[in-house]
């Protein structure tokens, strides 16, 4: 079965820091990867997803992942933090059926 | 705007009840999920529905159904309701079923409340 494990529920950087959420996955097969953001009161948005054609995903809101097969890690990275990055992030493996499987989500606050 | 949109955005219900989420996807998708997201299980898989029909069972409890209607839009059926049952309730919406890593997009949710 493939799961997801999220480290740290709430990360806290200063504006202009670094952001780095982490996400370990687990799947027997190659997995699909997904980062979503959801900021208060609303949906997910999908930040970017890797489907295998490169192991560096660039996505939105200046945010990137990089796909590391021997870690089983799929870590998402800003390298400046903005106020407006404060919200809620998953991670997330598609499974053979379709259905996401999510992580416990990582609550991202900036500090001014 | 993700393109997918839910009715009610919110709902206030009493225990024992039975309440109707609604969820269009965008247009041209053929899949719908329904996840519910709650403070203490997470987002969790509940169905999902590939152009009419039932595709996939997640943790779905059987006071819950759904369906898929022929124009695509899908409706969540709650009943007896229980106070456990309080949760945000989200619809996605994809072009395929599976095997692809194509995007499943989210509506804005429906915020269930059982008092």
């Known amino acids: 079965a493939q799961s997801v494990t999220q480290l740290g529920s709430h990360v806290s950087v200063s504006e202009g820091a670094l952001v780095l959420l982490r996400c370990n996955y687990s799947?027997?097969?190659?997995?699909?990867l997904f980062w979503y953001v959801q900021y208060p009161n609303q949906g997910l948005q999908l930040l970017l997803k890797?489907?295998?054609?490169?192991?560096l995903v660039k996505g939105i809101n200046g945010f990137e992942a990089e796909f590391k097969k021997s870690e089983t890690s799929f870590h998402l990275t800003k390298p400046s933090a903005h106020m407006s990055d404060a919200a809620e992030y998953f991670c997330a493996v598609k499974d053979q059926g379709g259905k996401l499987i999510f992580g416990q989500g990582t609550e991202l606050s900036v500090k001014p | 705007d993700s393109g997918v949109t839910q009715t009610p955005k919110h709902l206030i219900t009493a225990t024992g009840q039975r309440v109707t989420l609604r969820c269009s996807p965008r247009s041209g998708d053929l899949s719908v999920y329904w996840y519910q997201q709650s403070l203490d299980q997470g987002l969790q898989f509940l169905i999902q529905?590939?152009?009419?029909?039932?595709?996939a069972k997640g943790n779905i409890l059987e006071r819950f159904s759904a369906q898929q209607f022929p124009d695509l839009h899908s409706e969540l059926n709650l009943s007896s309701l229980e106070l456990g049952d309080s949760a945000l309730y989200f619809c996605?919406?994809?072009?395929?079923?599976?095997?692809?890593?194509?995007?499943?997009?989210f509506g804005p949710g429906t915020r269930l409340t059982v008092l």
């Open positions: 996605a919406s994809s072009s395929r079923t599976s095997g692809k890593p194509d995007t499943q997009y």
């Open positions: 529905y590939y152009n009419g029909e039932e595709r």
């Open positions: 799947s027997s097969v190659p997995p699909y």
């Open positions: 890797y489907t295998s054609a490169a192991t």
